[in-house]
């Protein structure tokens, strides 16, 4: 079980702050040692749930509280590929502690060309869900895999999971999506966590691989259900997009699409291939799948436009699909903003229906997303949605929260490959 | 409940012809052209319709302590709609200004999540006050016209959800002057129109159908939403979830495997500075009416076809409807009452009920009560069901315990005792959670059994804060969902149990009252209630 530079275990740290009373929803380690074996883990693992009653001190030092009972809900690996990347995933798991008690193992690797080794921090971190009621507790352990041990990530995380419990696998940052690496890893989750909008370049290649492990039957038994950050920030967006069809008279305007398109952030300088497109492309995409459109022509450099000599913004992207009978065209128009790079600015759709043109703008103003939508030359009241931006620890709490696949998400995730010419 | 957008919608064609068409894929699947099918599968709550809230009762204490924290909450958490104004109507003389000082009081003393001071600042501006007597026209005339303002200048577009926070005594009055200035009618361009009543829904079956008629001569029942906040705990709404979402369980649900049903409500607490309130209103009133009988049904119900409100109703309706109303000879068996004397509570000597404040000396209202029902369906007929309520008992907890049958054989002939029939307890506060109680071999060379229980408490699998029964309820009746609101028929159907007994106490000789200590689990006729069918009240 132990691997190359593995066996001594450095012991059981005795800070004071170990033993210190518990504040409601805040999270307080209540265990913390090091070991650099496998087999260290595992042996710190079970003298932590051994201990037990682990204690607070009360105020006149006699121990207080007892913790209530190793909690687990799933398994939580994280792979950060470089230790920073593993810091603040760790920051944002922590948050979660008593939200989704989990057995979180993170896992960064680090000097890849040297001998290998291994260093691992054990953690209880404990929270006070109220007063007068027991801590939850659950387990964490950072590990950094030094050398060929960094290269054996799947190695490393197979023996220390909870059995029977389901794994998510949170891969920040660029995954290697196709690697050998991933795939071993894939093979243990059940659902994997992106975040698109991060990934380097356009994103459209890693966007491709991301959906061909959906319809990989070795991947949970081709259920692998993938939850991607960028379109998960964007459920205000497609509630607010949704809500211009709730009214009766406006809902069948819903089958007359005609456009759909897209403005985002680019950067003066990025050019062809270098604004991330992940977010635009999931707003096409979402409405072409719930909509069943099928994708006749994927998206392509508008040759009409000259923004890469004129502003370096890159191409606008244009391509078209079909619903029905009806040519439905996408477009994706970089627009210069101080946004970072990638954020959508807006979202316009026009729609026909017996000689009746709907348009709609749906843009995102501060904390709010706003639609303004005319029928013909009628100006339709506009509607506020507040959306403040959702951090990581929020995203990652509703990914837990998900059971199963969302076959929303899959549809519009192949519809997005789709139109970056995958299949 | 139907907040979360359902499943993609029915898509499927609909004759044989497009079936063989679409199977010999001459023909495309077209999505359902009724349906927004861009709503399917978003996962974040629903946002309600922009519109004004109309609140009566403002400057009162639920509205203090439950409805504008409750409000706040949604605010906070962005689920109230942006284009959305409170207009707060009550008799005392405020500025709009002072008003909302005094709410952003109650807000620090009440929120369950504290509140940043910009997001207390902004949800305060939505709140504008309205002076005025109910029994004056001119309030309403003032407030129908004030409303349009609103309109025009906030594009809350006509839509009004009314919430009378009032005593019940007010509520013909104000569903009536609704009436007249026509604040009830819905427009055909949109404009909805929503009422919430909070309980007492009436104090028998006669005064309860007639506040029914009050208010369905101006709204009809869908435009109603009467508020029992036991219905949006989060435990009572997980009671759904934990019969219908599990297989293992629905098949022992019945006259075949469950010997009885326990229902407990018991509180810590005297009647506190509520004394001339429970004088009228006894435990029967208060809590067994409403909430027990809201449990009782929930438990015993069928499953209902779709988890609709009126689907949900109906199912409801027809377990009280087949609880027979007990004739007097059955009340004076069946049934207990009691009040407490003086006694002990968690280390504490308090008083007996009538020397609470604002109690008569000689008080005959019942702090306690204790039942036994039958249902007489199909699936119950000759299961018990034991319900008691009360206050000053010896702790807060309320529970409903199956006791499930024993064994039809007993096999293990040398084991010291028989091993005890299981029993599974859903415990809905405090400590939500779930307990299967099942027998064990103790670990050695003999063959005791010895009972162990299994114990699932939600504070470990879920360590986060549930939202309030009121955010819940509140947003739900923006959404138009009235699923855990209570119907007419379904009030009417439980004043139909629970008048019969009140009643009949007025012709009866009261027992010696008080007749149980504080701190104590209630008279012994409670005991001898459920004794003498050869079983117990559960410890709880």
């Known amino acids: ?423 | 409940m139907a907040r979360k957008a359902t499943a993609t919608a029915d898509t499927a064609p609909r004759t044989i012809r497009e079936l063989r068409m679409e199977h010999d894929g001459r023909r495309k699947r077209t999505a359902k052209h009724d349906t927004n099918v861009l709503r399917d599968g978003l996962r974040l709550d629903r946002v309600p319709d922009p519109h004004v809230m109309v609140l009566f009762g403002a400057t009162g204490d639920l509205s203090h302590r439950k409805v504008f924290p409750a409000l706040a909450q949604l605010w906070r958490s962005n689920l109230l709609p942006q284009d959305w104004m409170l207009v707060a109507v009550g008799r005392r003389p405020y500025e709009d200004e002072t008003f909302r000082g005094e709410i952003g009081k109650s807000l620090e003393q009440f929120s369950r999540v504290p509140l940043d001071t910009e997001v207390a600042a902004q949800f305060l501006s939505r709140i504008v006050y309205h002076q005025g007597d109910f029994v004056d026209y001119g309030t309403f005339d003032r407030l129908a016209i004030r409303l349009d303002a609103i309109d025009a200048e906030h594009g809350t577009r006509g839509h009004r959800l009314f919430y009378l926070a009032t005593q019940a005594s007010a509520f013909p009055l104000i569903v009536a002057q609704l009436g007249r200035t026509g604040l009830d009618h819905e427009m055909s361009g949109g404009g909805w129109r929503r009422i919430i009543i909070e309980k007492p829904f009436g104090r028998d079956l006669d005064s309860a159908k007639r506040l029914n008629r009050e208010v369905g001569r101006v709204f009809r029942e869908a435009q109603v939403y009467r508020i029992d906040h036991y219905l949006g705990k989060e435990t009572v709404r997980n009671l759904m979830v934990f019969r219908f979402g599990n297989g293992i369980f629905e098949p022992l649900w019945n006259r075949r495997y469950v010997d009885h049903v326990q229902i407990t409500m018991a509180e810590s607490i005297g009647v506190e500075e509520r004394g001339s309130f429970y004088e009228e209103t006894g435990a029967t009133r208060d809590v067994v009416q409403n909430h027990l009988l809201q449990l009782l049904s929930l438990v015993a119900m069928e499953p209902p076809t779709t988890f609709e409100a009126d689907a949900l109703r109906d199912e409801k309706v027809k377990v009280l409807r087949a609880i027979p109303a007990l004739s007097p000879a059955e009340i004076s068996r069946d049934v207990v009452r009691g009040q407490y004397g003086p006694g002990w509570v968690a280390a504490e000597a308090v008083k007996g009920y009538r020397a609470e404040h604002e109690v008569d000396p000689d008080s005959e209202t019942e702090t306690f009560l204790a039942a036994r029902l039958q249902i007489d369906d199909w699936r119950w007929s000759g299961v018990p069901f034991y319900l008691r309520a009360g206050k000053r008992l010896p702790k807060r907890a309320t529970e409903i315990a199956i006791q499930f049958k024993g064994v039809p054989h007993r096999l293990f002939q040398d084991a010291a005792v028989d091993p005890e029939p299981n029993l599974l307890a859903i415990r809905i506060q405090p400590d939500e959670g779930i307990l299967l109680r099942f027998g064990s071999k103790v670990p050695g060379l003999g063959l005791d059994i010895r009972t162990v229980t299994m114990d699932f408490t939600y504070g470990s699998a879920f360590a986060v804060d549930s939202p309030d029964a009121y955010e819940t309820l509140l947003l739900d009746a923006m959404l138009g969902d009235a699923s855990l609101f209570t119907r007419a028929d379904e009030v009417e159907a439980a004043w139909s149990i629970a008048t019969p007994i009140v009643e009949s106490w007025v012709n009866d000789p009261e027992p010696k009252l008080p007749n149980y200590a504080a701190g104590t689990w209630g008279p012994e006729a409670a005991d001898d209630l459920i004794e003498r069918d050869g079983r117990r009240w559960r410890r709880i």
Request: proline letters at 6%; charged letters at 20%; one cysteine or more.
């Open chain 1, 1 to 423: 079980m132990g691997v190359a530079g593995g066996g001594s275990e450095r012991g059981l740290m005795d800070a004071p702050a170990l033993n210190a009373p518990g504040i409601v929803g805040q999270p307080a380690l209540r265990w913390s040692s090091r070991t650099d074996s496998l087999a260290g883990i595992e042996a710190e693992l079970a003298r932590i749930w051994r201990s037990a009653p682990l204690t607070t001190e009360g105020v006149d030092g006699m121990p207080e509280r007892r913790i209530a009972a190793r909690t687990s809900v799933l398994n939580l690996v994280v792979i950060a590929r470089q230790p920073e990347l593993g810091e603040r995933a760790a920051a944002v798991i922590r948050m979660l502690a008593g939200r989704h008690p989990s057995r979180t193992l993170i896992v960064s690797s680090a000097d890849p060309d040297g001998p290998s080794w291994l260093d691992a921090h054990i953690q209880a971190h404990c929270i006070l869900p109220r007063e007068n009621a027991p801590e939850t507790c659950a387990e964490f352990i950072n590990l950094i895999a030094g050398g060929e041990t960094g290269q054996h990530v799947a190695a490393i995380v197979a023996p220390l999971l909870v059995h029977d419990l389901p794994v998510t696998l949170w891969w920040p940052g660029d995954p290697p999506l196709i690697s050998r690496q991933a795939l071993d890893l894939l093979e243990m989750a059940d659902r994997l966590v992106v975040d698109g909008s991060s990934w380097s370049g356009d994103g459209v290649d890693r966007l491709r691989a991301l959906a061909a492990l959906v319809d990989d039957r070795d991947l949970a038994g081709g259920t692998l259900a993938v939850s991607d950050f960028a379109l998960l920030r964007q459920s205000r967006w497609r509630e607010a997009i949704a809500s211009c069809f709730d009214r009766p008279d406006l809902l069948p305007f819903l089958r007359g699409i005609t456009s759909v398109a897209v403005t985002y952030a680019a950067h003066r300088g990025a050019g062809a291939g270098g604004t991330n497109i992940i977010k635009p492309l999931y707003h096409v995409a979402w409405l072409a799948s719930r909509l069943e459109m099928t994708v006749v022509r994927p998206l392509v450099a508008d040759s009409a436009e000259e923004h890469d000599g004129v502003a370096g913004l890159g191409p606008a992207l244009i391509g078209s699909l079909r619903a029905g009978r009806r040519q439905v065209d996408a477009r994706l128009q970089p627009v210069a903003s101080e946004l970072p790079s990638g954020t959508t600015l807006t979202v316009e759709i026009t729609a026909h229906r017996h000689h009746q043109a709907l348009g709609i703008i749906v843009s995102a103003e501060a904390e709010s997303v706003i639609v303004r939508s005319s029928l013909d030359s009628q100006t339709l009241p506009e509607r506020r949605f507040m959306a403040p931006r959702r951090a990581d620890v929020d995203l990652l709490a509703e990914t837990i929260e998900s059971v199963g696949r969302d076959p929303i998400a899959v549809a519009a995730l192949r519809t997005a490959a789709r139109l970056v010419g995958g299949q």
